[in-house]
């Protein structure tokens, strides 16, 4: 008796604990306010929903839309390139993405990757072979800082994996640009630092890199497909997409695949489990 009384004791006195303890924030809040830093940009950031009717490969049963990728390394090639590196991808692993060997020798001889010159060693440049990876447009970090206001363009072959939600994400940043609510801004003494730009999708609100998809047409698609920004940027998160994870399709087929073999192994469990206390009586009482 006297350990149960203990027990229920003890259990109330950890929830008024835990309750207590949310409560903390709450008036750390009420008491001295949102911390200021942080004011303005809660007051503007708004959380994004992704591309309307979602990805291809959203959902257990996704898939890559070939014709996408292609139109999104297009859209990475034509605009994103200038600043970003994608590192961690090989032009031969655009094979994946339907081209042939031979386009993709074509496409890795059209850029340029660092490289040395064979007689005097110094460095210099040359065209890609599909062995090499996509170079960056930077000779270094501090070039790359000195060209965009001291912020480096983060290398994005693994972006939709870095940042929360990231497929959905790199599309909402790219249709999130725009201009802070100017009454709003002046009653909060909000502003944009020159030579940072406004973006309602960027946690913080103000981000170091300009709108970089700002025209429909920007790019002129192969396939007919009309390049409006919303287009460019889906197909674009997309392509980020499979760089960080070109195993996603086939991963979430193997789930099948392995949800299968269990249920199969279960069953044959089962059966085998009234098989084996077949000839068991129940134990009369
Ligand atoms: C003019 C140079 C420039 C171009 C072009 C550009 N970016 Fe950026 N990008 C930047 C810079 C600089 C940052 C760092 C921003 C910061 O931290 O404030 C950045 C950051 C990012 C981030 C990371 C945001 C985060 O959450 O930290 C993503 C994703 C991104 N760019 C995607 C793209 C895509 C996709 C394209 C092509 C459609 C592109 N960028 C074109 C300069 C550029």
């Excluded at 201009?179 to 944009?192: C, I, N, V, W, Y």
């Amino acid at each position: 008796m006297t350990i149960r009384l203990g027990g229920i004791i003890v259990g109330l006195a950890i929830t008024a604990v835990l309750v207590l303890w949310s409560l903390v924030p709450g008036f750390i809040n009420f008491a001295f306010g949102p911390p200021p830093e942080k004011q303005a940009s809660y007051a503007f950031y708004e959380h994004g929903e992704g591309p309307e009717g979602g990805f291809s490969f959203d959902g257990p049963m996704g898939k890559w839309d070939v014709a996408q990728l292609q139109r999104g390394y297009q859209v990475y090639k034509e605009v994103c390139a200038a600043c970003h590196s994608l590192k961690f991808v090989a032009f031969r692993n655009l094979q994946q993405l339907g081209y042939t060997e031979a386009e993709v020798d074509a496409e890795a001889a059209s850029w340029t990757v660092p490289g040395l010159d064979p007689n005097t060693g110094e460095p210099t440049t040359r065209p890609g072979e599909p062995t090499d990876y996509f170079p960056s447009p930077y000779p270094n970090a501090i070039a790359a800082a000195a060209a965009n206001n001291n912020a480096i363009p983060p290398d994005l072959s693994l972006m939709t994996k870095a940042r929360h939600d990231g497929s959905n994400y790199v599309y909402d940043l790219l249709v999130g640009y725009g201009e802070a609510d100017p009454e709003k801004a002046a009653k909060l003494g909000f502003e944009t630092p020159p030579g940072l730009y406004f973006n309602k999708h960027f946690p913080n609100v103000n981000i170091a890199m300009p709108q970089p998809l700002v025209l429909d047409g920007q790019v002129s698609y192969a396939d007919g497909t009309e390049a409006t920004i919303p287009q460019m940027a889906k197909d674009v998160a997309a392509f980020l997409t499979w760089t960080a994870e070109p195993s996603l399709v086939q991963r979430k087929q193997t789930g099948w695949f392995v949800l299968g073999f269990l249920l199969f192994a279960t069953a044959l469990a089962f059966l085998s489990y009234k098989q084996i206390w077949a000839g068991m009586k129940p134990k009369k009482k």
